[in-house]
C-alpha cells in the first residue's frame, strides 16, 4: 500500500471515477452529509463522493484499497450510533449511495423485489403496494432512510413483531468488496443450503465489511384489513398482560403491540404540530395496537372488537380508542413515529437502544427509572417502544431548566446505569440501532473474548487494508 495520498490527489481520482461535479468538498455542500441526527458527531471529510453505479463504487473502492483511504459508506444519514458520518480528521471519503437509486424489479409471482442501495425506505413500500403486496419494514425516519443503510444497520422497526428484523427481510445481496470485487448474490431464493449464508454477515456489519449496493428484499401478500386502537393501562405490568392476550387472540394477526408513557404523549402534543390526544383524559401508559388480516377489514376490526371486550371486562384497559379510518389509525402512528423526535425541543436526552426478555420489561422499567431519577433529581425517562419484541427506547430528557450540556456530560454515567440493569436482565445494549462510533467502547463489556476475536478475524478477511469505515464497531 502507498502512503495515503494528498486530498487534492484523492479528489482528482474520485474525480475521474465519478465526474467532478459528484465529488464535494467546500462545507456548504459536505456539511448535510457531516452531521449526525443527533448532533453528536461533527465529521470533516476529504470529500463527499456520489457514484451512480456498482462499478463506480468498485472503482472507488479500488483506489481507496490501493492507497490507505478511509471509507465511510453512507445510506441516509438518519444512523443514531455515529457510524455514518466520518470522524474529524479530515481524511475519511463519505461514499454516498444516494445515486442508486433503482427499483430494478418487482417479481408479483415470487413477492421479490429488487433494489439499489439508495432507494428511500417509503419508495420501496410504495413499489411493493403497486404490484398489490406489502413491505412490512417501517420506521420513523422512512421517508428518508435508505435501504443499503436499513440492511448494513439491520434495522428493527414497528413490524418485528410480525414479520422479524430487517435481515429476515433479505434474500440476496450484491456487494462491493473492499479490493473492488463486486460480489453478485442478488438471489431470490427462498432456500439456497449451499454453504455458508454469505449475506448474511453484510447485514448489520455497519459497513465494515464491504459496500451493499443491490439487495433481493422479500415481500408478503397485503394484509386486506387492519385494525388499530389506542389503549390506555395502568402500568407496564398491565400492558405486558394485555399483549399475552393479544398473542393468544391474535396471534399471527398481531402485527404491532408499542408501549409509550403519558411524558411521551404530552411531548408529541406540546411540539408536533397537527396532533391532538387519542383519548379524553390522561393516563400514565399507553399501548398501541395492530391487527392485520389476510381476509378483510371486518375479520381484522372483529377480532380487535371481541379482544378488547375481555381486556376491558378484565379491567387490563382503562380507556381505549379503536381508529375509525385508515386516517385515524395514521395519526396514532404518527404520535408514535414522532416520539422520538420531539425529545429534542425538551432540551438534552440521554439515549438507549436495549432489549430484555419480553417477561422482564416491567421490572426493567422499574429499576432504570428509579436508579436514574436518583443518580439525577428531576430526569424525566421517557421509555418506548417495542413492547411485543423487547426493544424498549429508554430515553432520558434533561431536568426541567437545568443546563443541556452539563446533562448530556453525564451520558456514559447514564448509560453504565442502564446497561447494568439489561446485563443482570440478560438483555442488550443494541437491539437495533447498532454500535458505530458511540457504542464501540462498550461492546468488549458485553461481548466474550472469543466473540470479539471472531470479528476481527472477519474483519481482517474481507477488509485486510482496514479502509471500511475504520474505528466503527471495532
Known amino acids: 500500500m502507498n502512503d495515503t495520498p494528498t486530498q487534492q490527489a484523492v479528489v482528482s481520482a474520485l474525480s475521474a471515477i465519478v465526474g467532478e461535479t459528484h465529488v464535494l ?17 461533527f465529521g470533516v471529510p476529504a470529500a463527499v463522493v456520489r457514484p451512480a453505479s456498482p462499478d463506480e463504487v468498485a472503482g472507488i473502492l479500488r483506489f481507496a484499497n490501493e492507497t490507505g483511504v478511509p471509507i465511510v459508506p453512507q445510506g441516509g444519514n438518519t444512523g443514531l450510533v455515529g457510524a455514518q458520518v466520518p470522524d474529524e480528521s479530515g481524511r475519511e471519503v463519505v461514499l454516498t449511495l444516494e445515486r442508486l437509486k433503482a427499483i430494478r424489479d418487482v417479481d408479483r409471482e415470487g413477492a ?13 413500500q410504495k413499489a411493493a403496494s403497486e404490484a398489490g403486496l406489502f413491505f412490512p419494514l417501517s420506521l420513523g425516519a422512512q421517508g428518508s432512510c435508505r435501504i443499503g443503510g436499513n440492511i448494513a444497520t439491520n434495522a428493527g422497526g414497528t413490524g418485528v413483531l410480525a414479520y422479524g428484523n430487517t435481515r429476515d427481510l433479505v434474500l440476496g445481496l450484491e456487494v462491493v468488496m473492499a479490493d ?19 449475506k448474511q454477515l453484510f447485514i448489520g456489519s455497519e459497513g465494515t465489511l464491504g459496500v451493499i449496493t443491490a439487495a433481493s428484499l ?12 389506542f389503549l390506555a393501562v395502568e402500568d407496564p405490568e398491565t400492558a405486558l398482560t394485555l399483549f399475552r392476550r393479544f398473542s393468544q387472540t391474535a396471534g399471527s394477526a398481531l402485527t404491532g403491540f ?3 408513557p403519558r411524558l411521551g404523549i404530552d411531548f408529541v402534543l406540546r411540539h408536533q404540530e397537527g ?6 383524559a390522561p393516563y400514565p401508559w399507553y399501548c398501541l395496537v395492530e391487527i392485520s388480516s389476510g381476509r378483510s377489514e371486518a375479520e381484522a376490526s372483529e377480532l380487535m372488537e371481541t379482544t378488547l371486550e375481555a381486556a376491558f371486562e378484565a379491567e387490563e384497559v382503562l380507556d381505549g380508542a379503536p381508529a375509525a379510518s385508515l386516517a385515524q389509525a395514521a395519526e396514532f402512528w404518527h404520535i408514535r413515529h414522532t416520539m422520538s423526535e420531539v425529545q429534542k425541543k425538551e432540551g438534552g436526552s440521554i439515549k438507549h437502544d436495549v432489549s430484555v426478555p419480553v417477561a422482564k420489561i416491567p421490572e426493567f422499567l422499574k429499576r432504570a427509572s428509579a436508579a436514574v431519577i436518583e443518580a439525577v433529581p428531576g430526569a424525566r425517562p421517557l421509555p418506548f417502544g417495542h413492547l411485543g419484541d423487547g426493544n424498549i427506547h429508554y430515553n432520558v430528557s434533561q431536568p426541567v431548566g437545568a443546563d443541556r450540556e452539563e446533562f448530556l456530560a453525564r451520558w456514559d454515567e447514564v448509560n453504565t446505569i442502564v446497561h447494568g440493569i439489561v446485563g443482570e436482565l440478560s438483555g442488550s445494549i443494541s437491539a437495533e440501532h447498532g454500535i458505530g ?38
Do not use: H, Q
Request: net charge positive; with cysteine; charged share 35%.
Open 275 to 280: 396532533t391532538r390526544d387519542p383519548l379524553e
Open 437 to 474: 462510533r458511540l457504542k464501540r467502547k462498550l461492546l468488549a463489556e458485553v461481548k466474550s473474548g472469543i466473540e470479539l476475536d471472531l470479528m476481527r478475524r472477519i474483519k481482517t478477511a474481507f477488509d485486510p487494508n482496514g479502509i471500511l469505515n475504520p474505528g466503527r464497531m471495532l
Open 25 to 41: 468538498t467546500r462545507p456548504e455542500e459536505t456539511r448535510p452529509y457531516c452531521v449526525e441526527w443527533r448532533d453528536l458527531y
Open 180 to 198: 473492488g470485487t463486486i460480489w453478485n448474490g442478488l438471489r431470490r431464493l427462498r432456500k439456497d443450503n449451499t454453504g455458508y449464508d454469505l
Open 218 to 229: 422479500r415481500l408478503f401478500p397485503a394484509p386486506k384489513g387492519r385494525a388499530v386502537a
Open 112 to 124: 421479490t423485489l429488487v433494489a439499489e442501495a439508495g432507494v428511500v425506505l417509503e419508495e420501496i
Open 258 to 260: 408499542e408501549l409509550m
